[in-house]
């Protein structure tokens, strides 16, 4: 069974980078895609990008470059940053396996930005 | 971007009663080299993650109840729920995978009558 874990801090200000990670057990990290979707706060669904294990990553051009996703093989982790936050970027932060559905999500993460 | 629109924001359904969530998508998310509707659908449930319900427009995730059927094709695609059960109510989204970024309705909410 795939499980999914996402950590990071939960308060971050305003301009500082937001980072999470992902850890993935009952796969291997290396056979899949891992995508990032956020939802602030009783709204609807974001997507954020995916990776796969080539390193190729695909990214909402909305997020204006501010967005990074990276795999860590070794420690079975997808990480994403995310750039000069503001208070916007307050959402859940769901990982999820797979580029185009998603059949798998961890619980999410609420990342607060506020000063 | 490729809008998804969901029609109605929210239904109130009997039990036992179906219910059908509509979802328009901005351009066709039909895919002419292999033919497959590039749309799925999901279920959330309050404090949860989405849960996959359907795929390529009408294929059915492992473990989904058959009362759930997606059908559809090119920009007009349903969710139908042949007898709505008590565990069912839920916000529904559908999505595109047709062309980055892939995009989200904006969900329909399902209450009990």
């Known amino acids: 069974q795939v499980h999914l874990q996402e950590a990071g801090p939960g308060l971050v200000k305003p301009s500082e980078t937001l980072s999470l990670t992902c850890t993935v057990s009952?796969?291997?990290?290396?056979?899949?895609?891992w995508s990032w979707i956020r939802q602030p706060p009783g709204k609807g669904l974001e997507w954020i990008g995916y990776?796969?294990?080539?390193?190729?990553?695909k990214y909402n051009p909305s997020f204006k470059s501010r967005v990074t996703i990276s795999l860590d093989t070794s420690r079975s982790q997808s990480s994403l940053k995310v750039k000069s936050v503001t208070t916007a970027d307050t959402a859940v932060y769901y990982c999820?396996?797979?580029?185009?559905?998603?059949?798998?999500w961890g619980q999410g993460t609420l990342v607060t930005v506020s000063s | 971007d490729i809008v998804m629109t969901q029609s109605p924001d929210s239904l109130t359904v009997s039990l036992g009663e179906r219910a059908t969530i509509n979802c328009k998508s901005g351009?066709?998310?039909?895919?002419?080299?292999?033919?497959?509707?590039?749309l799925a659908w999901y279920q959330q449930k309050p404090g949860q993650p989405p849960k996959l319900l359907i795929y390529?427009?009408?294929t059915r995730e492992s473990g989904v109840p058959d009362r759930f059927s997606g059908g559809g094709s090119g920009t007009d695609f349903t969710l139908t729920i042949s007898s709505l059960q008590a565990e069912d109510v839920a916000v529904y989204y559908c999505?595109?995978?047709?062309?980055?970024?892939?995009?989200f309705g904006q969900g329909t909410k399902l209450e009990i009558k």
């Open positions: 999820a396996r797979g580029g185009r559905w998603n059949p798998d």
């Open positions: 009952g796969t291997s990290i290396s056979s899949h895609y």
């Open positions: 990776i796969y294990n080539s390193g190729s990553a």
């Open positions: 351009q066709s998310v039909l895919y002419s080299s292999d033919n497959q509707n590039y």
């Open positions: 390529w427009a009408s």
């Open positions: 999505q595109q995978y047709y062309s980055p970024p892939y995009t």
